[in-house]
């Protein structure tokens, strides 16, 4: 059997956008990253094909709680009873109540909206759900899988090194690889979404992966990554231009509710930049139409954080002309 088996989740109705993992270890089996309701039906099939059970289901690995990656949880925990959900320190609170994640999400798409994309996200009881540190390690059966506390994505973010198969399940730390754009060679770019985009934890991030060495790298968007340090560099040179687009928005005369629209633009055209060398991608319109949902999360991010600073150095200038006009 497959070391590593590629579940394609379908998510959005896209193929090959969303994966979750699973790993067969004896008689029992993980999955990794779990996306939404809609997907479980195909990796309980997956699960059928390894010939295990879903009693035989031993862990539920979430990479973050990004509904893309989490939504699904709460419905495998409860068909699959003998699985333990294994969760950033962050993350946990949010399996086990989910609402404030429900309310946010909710209020971006709407309650009917949200309905369609994720169904009915509940509670996992608490005594079901595992915080696992950074650099810890679970012992399983023949495997060792260790814990990688990696921020910059998302603060409640971790990976996991597998020493059986030699391969690291990298969530969004290592970006997004849709296969449909690597037909000249590797193309990844890193993902920027709101709310806790940080450049420089992202690159420290990268560098803490390739510095594992290992065989495979699978993120969850999408599949397996092989060129490793090639992809790597895509990835800083991309997280470069993201820390300067921040601080051009954040410098610029837009207002914050403009930024979106100044940062976008230069985000196509840095992609455009980047597709100029991957043969015909970047005048085929099916590349624009896959990227267009990223760019437009990553324009969002990026506009988040240069709010943030704006909203903070506005705060630092008042409070230090309040020193000044108090005389303290």
Same mark, same amino acid.
């Given at each position: 059997?497959?070391?590593?088996?590629?579940?394609?989740?379908?998510?959005?109705?896209?193929?090959?956008?969303?994966?979750?993992?699973?790993?067969?270890?004896?008689?029992?089996?993980?999955?990794?990253?779990?996306?939404?309701?809609?997907?479980?039906?195909?990796?309980?099939?997956?699960?059928?094909?390894?010939?295990?059970?879903?009693?035989?289901?031993?862990?539920?690995?979430?990479?973050?709680?990004?509904?893309?990656?989490? %939504?699904?949880?709460?419905?495998?925990?409860?068909?699959?009873?003998?699985?333990?959900?294994?969760?950033?320190?962050?993350?946990?609170?949010?399996?086990?109540?989910?609402?404030?994640?429900?309310?946010?999400?909710?209020?971006?798409?709407?309650?009917?909206?949200? @309905?369609?994309?994720?169904?009915?996200?509940?509670?996992?009881?608490?005594?079901?759900?595992?915080?696992?540190?950074?650099?810890?390690?679970?012992?399983?059966?023949?495997?060792?899988?260790?814990?990688?506390?990696?921020?910059?994505?998302?603060?409640?973010?971790?990976?996991?090194?597998?020493?059986?198969?030699?391969?690291?399940?990298?969530?969004?730390?290592?970006?997004?690889?849709?296969?449909?754009?690597?037909?000249?060679?590797?193309?990844?770019?890193?993902?920027?979404?709101?709310?806790?985009?940080?450049? @420089?934890?992202?690159?420290?991030?990268?560098?803490?992966?390739?510095?594992?060495?290992?065989?495979?790298?699978?993120?969850?968007?999408?599949?397996?990554? %092989?060129?490793?340090?090639?992809?790597?560099?895509?990835?800083?040179?991309?997280?470069?231009?993201?820390?300067?687009?921040?601080?051009?928005?954040?410098?610029?005369?837009?207002?914050?509710?403009?930024?979106?629209?100044?940062?976008?633009?230069?985000?196509?055209?840095?992609?455009? %930049?980047?597709?100029? %060398?991957?043969?015909?991608?970047?005048?085929?319109?099916?590349?624009?139409?896959?990227?267009?949902?990223?760019?437009?999360?990553?324009?969002?991010?990026?506009?988040?954080?240069?709010?943030?600073?704006?909203?903070?150095?506005?705060?630092?200038?008042?409070?230090?002309?309040?020193?000044?006009?108090?005389?303290?």
């Amino acid at each position: 059997m497959n070391e590593v088996i590629t579940i394609d989740c379908y998510y959005l109705d896209r193929p090959e956008f969303a994966a979750a993992y699973l790993l067969v270890e004896g008689d029992e089996a993980a999955f990794i990253d779990n996306n939404t309701n809609h997907a479980v039906p195909r990796m309980l099939a997956a699960l059928e094909s390894a010939g295990l059970r879903p009693e035989q289901l031993r862990y539920l690995i979430v990479t973050h709680v990004h509904l893309d990656h989490s %939504g699904g949880t709460s419905a495998l925990a409860r068909l699959c009873p003998e699985a333990t959900v294994l969760a950033h320190p962050r993350a946990a609170p949010h399996i086990v109540d989910p609402g404030d994640l429900v309310a946010s999400a909710s209020l971006v798409y709407g309650a009917e909206e949200f @309905e369609r994309l994720y169904g009915t996200i509940e509670p996992v009881p608490e005594d079901r759900v595992r915080i696992m540190g950074d650099d810890e390690v679970l012992s399983w059966g023949r495997r060792r899988l260790t814990f990688l506390h990696t921020r910059g994505h998302a603060n409640h973010h971790f990976c996991i090194a597998d020493d059986r198969s030699g391969a690291v399940f990298t969530g969004d730390a290592f970006g997004l690889h849709y296969p449909a754009l690597q037909t000249h060679g590797p193309f990844a770019f890193p993902s920027t979404s709101p709310t806790a985009f940080d450049a @420089e934890l992202a690159r420290q991030a990268v560098h803490r992966l390739v510095d594992l060495t290992p065989s495979r790298l699978y993120p969850t968007h999408f599949g397996a990554v %092989g060129d490793i340090e090639n992809t790597a560099g895509q990835l800083i040179r991309h997280l470069d231009f993201a820390e300067r687009l921040v601080a051009d928005a954040e410098a610029s005369s837009f207002s914050d509710d403009e930024l979106e629209n100044y940062i976008r633009p230069r985000l196509e055209d840095f992609f455009a %930049g980047l597709l100029n %060398g991957h043969g015909a991608l970047a005048a085929d319109p099916d590349t624009w139409t896959l990227l267009d949902l990223d760019i437009d999360l990553n324009a969002q991010g990026i506009a988040v954080v240069a709010r943030k600073r704006r909203k903070k150095a506005r705060e630092s200038g008042l409070r230090t002309q309040t020193r000044q006009d108090t005389g303290s």
